[in-house]
């Protein structure tokens, strides 16, 4: 059994930051790749970043290359979203998700554990 638990969502005008925060327990990690996925009203879950546990490969969506950062802390099993230069388009559910990358990237569908989600609203 995996628990993921995020924090550190609220509100922020545009232009402000962010971090998420998810902590991971319930099993070792080293051949899981971690990643935020993120849901709008009315929209599809989207992928957001993901990071390799291990090595700490890292992969965004376009959407946020340049202003957002994943990093992980191993000896924490915790792994952070800092959000930078936020736009009122950002404003959605965060969800921190735990699966092989494969999986991971392919589709939310796919995906193996997922945290109940943190809400990141972004004012104009």
């Known amino acids: 059994q995996v628990q993921l638990v995020e924090s550190g969502g609220g509100l922020v005008q545009a232009g402000g930051s962010l971090r998420l925060s998810c902590a991971a327990s319930?099993?070792?990690?080293?051949?899981?790749?971690m990643g935020w996925f993120r849901q709008a009203p009315g929209k599809e879950r989207e992928f957001v970043s993901a990071i390799r546990w291990y090595g700490g490969s890292t992969y965004y969506a376009d959407s946020v290359k340049g202003r957002f950062t994943i990093s992980r802390d191993n000896a924490q099993n915790t792994v952070y979203l800092q959000m930078n230069s936020l736009r009122p388009e950002d404003t959605a559910v965060y969800y921190c998700?735990?699966?092989?990358?494969?999986?991971?990237?392919?589709?939310?569908?796919?995906?193996?554990?997922w945290g109940q989600g943190t809400q990141v609203t972004v004012s104009s």
């Open positions: 998700a735990a699966s092989d990358f494969v999986k991971l990237v392919a589709s939310p569908d796919r995906v193996d554990y």
């Open positions: 319930g099993r070792t990690f080293g051949s899981f790749t």
